[in-house]
C-alpha cells in the first residue's frame, strides 16, 4: 500500500508526518492487501489567528471499490488526525462487508 502525506498551508513536520503513517497502519493495517493507496492531505485554513480550522482529509483507493474519502476538522491537527483514522477504519470495514454481502448473495 502506497502512502502520501501532502501539507498546505502548514509546516509539515517530520512529527507530524510519521505520527500520521502510524495511526494509518494501526487503522488499516488490516486492510493492506485490498488497498492500492492511501493520501493523507493536511491543511492549516486560517494561518496563525486559529480556530477550527486544521483540516485532514483521507482518501484510499482500492481495486474492488471507489475511492473512500473521510474529512475532519479540528483546532488540534493531531485531534484531527486521529479522528479521520477511526472514520476511513470503519468506512473501509463497512465497503468491504458489503462488497463481501453482494459477493455471496450472487
Known amino acids: 500500500m502506497k502512502t502520501s502525506i501532502l501539507g498546505r498551508g502548514i509546516a509539515l513536520s517530520e512529527a507530524?508526518?510519521?505520527?500520521a503513517q502510524r495511526r494509518l497502519a494501526t487503522a488499516l493495517g488490516r486492510y493492506r492487501q485490498v488497498l492500492e493507496s492511501t493520501y493523507v492531505?493536511?491543511?492549516?485554513?486560517?494561518?496563525?489567528r486559529g480556530g477550527v480550522d486544521k483540516h485532514c482529509v483521507i482518501e484510499v483507493r482500492g481495486p474492488a471499490f471507489v475511492p473512500i474519502v473521510v474529512r475532519e476538522r479540528d483546532t488540534d491537527l493531531y485531534v484531527a488526525i486521529d479522528r479521520a483514522a477511526g472514520r476511513i477504519d470503519r468506512a473501509v470495514a463497512r465497503r468491504?462487508?458489503?462488497?463481501?454481502?453482494?459477493?455471496?448473495r450472487r
Open 96 to 104: 468491504l462487508s458489503r462488497s463481501h454481502t453482494l459477493a455471496i
Open 41 to 48: 492531505r493536511l491543511a492549516d485554513v486560517n494561518g496563525p
Open 16 to 19: 507530524i508526518r510519521q505520527y
